[in-house]
């Protein structure tokens, strides 16, 4: 089984730019999630999407937003771009029950902004 | 407030035993997991516990869970090269979603001697 998928690996940007990525999760995994990776601050969560539906946020500014469609497949947009936007995006899939507890995490979407 | 707390840096001798520590604040936590990270790469999860055991073995990892003291421990027998890398311990809040907001802790940094 295929494992979750980030695209793309690597990206830079200048200020004031705005910049998608992308999530493939797990094949019938129905919940994504997004942190955000940064020497400073760690792992930070951005938001759950669960069946196209934005379950959860952390504390992140409305610059941060997502999507999820219908085949579970995730976005995250971030317009405006600081120099503070600067980090490794993780995304991470789950199947979502009561049974099952564990995340699979993609290998980052690493966003340098100049 | 919600807050896990991890020491920064550990250094074992290849063969020994590495115990890495970590503290938590929140005592509504339902999942407690501990993940690695290669250089380079996304998370992987380790194992998890839930807030009402005591501990739990797979192989050659055993993680304690002390929840009167919010306190939880990896112990890795038998450490080796391959166990080079970051260790996360993170905690899930607001019910049983697996996908739930996860805090992590900052990670320790785990190095192996000769």
């Known amino acids: 089984k295929a494992g979750v998928t980030q695209t793309p690996r690597y990206l830079i940007k200048t200020r004031g730019q705005q910049v998608t990525l992308s999530c493939s999760p797990i094949?019938?995994?129905?919940?994504v999630s997004w942190y955000q990776q940064t020497p400073g601050q760690g792992l930070q969560f951005l938001f759950e999407y669960f069946s196209e539906t934005q379950r959860n946020k952390g504390n992140f500014p409305g610059r941060f937003s997502g999507r999820q469609f219908s085949n579970s497949r995730s976005e995250m947009n971030v317009s405006t771009l600081e120099l503070g936007d600067s980090a490794l995006y993780l995304c991470?899939?789950?199947?979502?029950?009561?049974?099952?507890?564990?995340?699979?995490f993609g290998p980052g979407t690493r966003l340098t902004v100049t | 407030g919600e807050d896990v707390e991890q020491s920064l840096f550990l250094s074992v001798r290849e063969g020994d035993s590495s115990v890495i520590n970590c503290t938590y604040t929140d005592s509504s936590s339902t999942y407690l997991y501990w993940y690695k990270q290669e250089p380079g790469a996304g998370l992987q999860l380790l194992t998890y516990?839930?807030?009402?055991?005591d501990m739990k073995q797979d192989q050659r990892l055993t993680v304690l869970l002390n929840k009167k003291d919010k306190h939880l421990s990896l112990r890795i027998a038998d450490t080796q090269t391959g166990d080079s890398a970051i260790y996360f311990c993170?905690?899930?809040?607001?019910?049983?979603?697996?996908?739930?907001?996860?805090?992590f802790g900052s990670g320790t940094r785990l190095s192996i001697r000769p």
């Open positions: 094949s019938g995994h129905r919940s």
């Open positions: 991470a899939s789950s199947l979502d029950r009561e049974d099952s507890h564990e995340q699979y």
């Open positions: 516990i839930f807030s009402n055991m």
């Open positions: 993170a905690e899930s809040i607001e019910g049983y979603s697996s996908a739930s907001k996860i805090i």
